[in-house]
């Protein structure tokens, strides 16, 4: 897998809503309405996540997860980041 150009990387983020780069990963801040609501989506999440083997770095108090997507093999942020991500945001609804 390889890693992303600048480029090809803003084209994605324009149908990303709410992600953005941040120190070279994909970052987005999910709210949701209270704990369990936020912690379903992670469930939910967890079952694409391990169909696709592609882990995210995510940090969780109460409704809000912070999400780091970015691909440790190639060391910065690949395809696999972007169809991640695209994913969650599915989920998010
Ligand atoms: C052994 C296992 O397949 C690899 O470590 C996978 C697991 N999940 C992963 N997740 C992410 N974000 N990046 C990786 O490079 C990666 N590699």
């Known amino acids: 897998m390889f890693r992303l150009t600048e ?15 941040l120190n070279g990963k994909l970052h987005k801040d999910f709210v949701f309405d209270d704990f369990i609501e936020a912690f379903g989506f992670m469930c939910k999440a967890a079952i694409h ?3 696709m083997n592609h882990h ?7 409704n809000k997860i912070s999400v ?9 942020i690949t395809q696999n980041d972007i169809t991640l991500a695209r994913t969650l945001n599915l989920l998010e609804k």
Do not use: C, M
């Open 7 to 21: 480029e090809q990387i803003r084209t994605e983020l324009s149908g990303l809503d709410g992600w953005s780069v």
């Open 49 to 51: 996540i391990e169909k």
């Open 56 to 62: 995210p770095e995510w940090f969780n108090v109460y």
């Open 68 to 76: 780091d997507l970015v691909t440790h093999d190639a060391g910065g």
